[in-house]
């Protein structure tokens, strides 16, 4: 996969069908998008994705949500699932007050759209004024094509970034990976800690994912963990181990079950399954030491 990234002259040189959009989680929605861009090979066209480097929503409302996937995680997920190229562009001013026809016309030109995929909830454009119906109108004249795809649904409702995130904030994780259609993850590279697992005989690695990724509610996991493609089993704390004297940071903090390794400085991923419970306050390491062994029995347990 190319990654154009960091320039407002971004260019394409082979026809493409291209998707637009913030693609925040990459959901099962997002999947159909991509199911559909693929189809577009059997044409000879290249797969395009579009979006931007930051939320527009940061830049127009000055918004500060944090974000399911960052922008090296949505790297991954897209080039996992074949496509062709991602086009990162700069959320410039001269982006966030381009009218919609006149960005139809860049991307079309400069990227050789011959067809868009998007869903019917699609916007863009200054103030959001460009929808699909206006992408079906400027059609003949740009010579491309438009398929325009139904959201997909469950509880009666369309799933959305705004669903999952919703579903995360509540600590409901299984319900959030059904909606994702994968488990929730976090990658980042592991930080040295304060290494008091090791003392109480459970180490742990220690993550400081970016400022801006969302990370379920501060509590104890039941996780799956990805090392250099090696896949472990852990027991993970969000939080600020209020247990631990002095101010920590809100962390990710994992128990590999039967590992031992130093790890140190390596990007690892840990997908999250099921939460056990709330992060709390002991009285003691001793408590904390006994908490963490009934939490890693009832990983076990969970995971077999």
């Given at each position: 996969?190319?990654y154009?990234r960091?320039t407002?002259?971004?260019?394409?040189r082979?026809d493409?069908?291209?998707?637009p959009?913030?693609?925040?989680?990459i959901h099962?929605?997002?999947?159909?998008?991509?199911?559909?861009?693929?189809?577009g090979?059997?044409?000879g066209?290249?797969s395009?994705i579009f979006?931007?480097?930051?939320?527009?929503?940061?830049?127009?409302?000055g918004e500060?949500m944090?974000?399911?996937?960052?922008?090296?995680?949505?790297?991954?997920?897209f080039?996992g699932n074949g496509?062709d190229?991602?086009?990162?562009?700069?959320?410039?001013p001269?982006?966030?007050?381009?009218?919609p026809e006149a960005?139809?016309?860049?991307?079309v030109k400069?990227?050789?759209?011959k067809?868009?995929?998007v869903?019917?909830?699609f916007k863009f454009g200054h103030?959001?004024r460009?929808?699909y119906r206006?992408l079906?109108?400027?059609a003949?004249?740009?010579?491309?094509?438009?398929s325009?795809?139904e959201?997909?649904?469950?509880?009666?409702?369309d799933?959305?970034?705004?669903?999952?995130?919703?579903?995360?904030?509540?600590g409901?994780i299984?319900?959030?990976?059904?909606l994702l259609?994968?488990?929730?993850?976090?990658t980042?590279?592991?930080?040295?800690?304060?290494?008091?697992?090791?003392t109480i005989?459970?180490?742990?690695?220690?993550?400081?994912?970016?400022?801006?990724?969302?990370l379920?509610?501060?509590?104890?996991?039941v996780?799956?963990?990805f090392i250099e493609?090696?896949?472990?089993r852990?027991?993970?704390?969000?939080?600020?181990?209020?247990?631990?004297?002095?101010?920590?940071p809100?962390?990710v903090?994992?128990?590999?079950?039967?590992?031992?390794?130093?790890v140190?400085?390596?990007?690892?991923?840990v997908e999250?399954?099921?939460?056990?419970r709330?992060?709390?306050?002991?009285a003691?390491i001793g408590?904390?030491?006994?908490q963490?062994?009934?939490?890693?029995?009832?990983?076990r347990?969970y995971?077999q």
């Amino acid at each position: 996969m190319e990654y154009i990234r960091n320039t407002m002259d971004f260019y394409v040189r082979e026809d493409t069908v291209l998707s637009p959009g913030k693609f925040d989680g990459i959901h099962r929605g997002h999947g159909l998008l991509l199911e559909h861009l693929a189809r577009g090979k059997d044409r000879g066209l290249a797969s395009v994705i579009f979006t931007f480097d930051i939320p527009p929503g940061k830049r127009v409302n000055g918004e500060d949500m944090k974000v399911l996937t960052t922008n090296e995680e949505k790297m991954h997920i897209f080039e996992g699932n074949g496509i062709d190229y991602l086009v990162e562009c700069p959320f410039t001013p001269e982006i966030m007050c381009m009218e919609p026809e006149a960005f139809v016309e860049r991307v079309v030109k400069n990227l050789h759209v011959k067809c868009f995929v998007v869903g019917k909830d699609f916007k863009f454009g200054h103030n959001r004024r460009g929808d699909y119906r206006l992408l079906m109108e400027l059609a003949g004249r740009y010579g491309y094509e438009v398929s325009v795809l139904e959201k997909i649904r469950e509880d009666a409702r369309d799933i959305s970034s705004t669903f999952v995130r919703e579903e995360i904030a509540k600590g409901n994780i299984e319900k959030a990976n059904r909606l994702l259609g994968y488990r929730y993850f976090v990658t980042s590279v592991v930080e040295h800690g304060n290494r008091i697992g090791r003392t109480i005989g459970i180490p742990t690695i220690n993550q400081l994912p970016p400022r801006e990724k969302l990370l379920p509610p501060n509590g104890v996991y039941v996780t799956e963990v990805f090392i250099e493609d090696r896949k472990y089993r852990g027991v993970t704390n969000v939080g600020c181990k209020p247990t631990i004297p002095g101010e920590n940071p809100t962390g990710v903090e994992t128990h590999l079950l039967d590992f031992r390794e130093d790890v140190y400085d390596t990007v690892v991923t840990v997908e999250f399954l099921k939460r056990i419970r709330e992060e709390r306050k002991f009285a003691s390491i001793g408590e904390l030491q006994l908490q963490m062994q009934n939490d890693i029995a009832y990983g076990r347990a969970y995971l077999q």
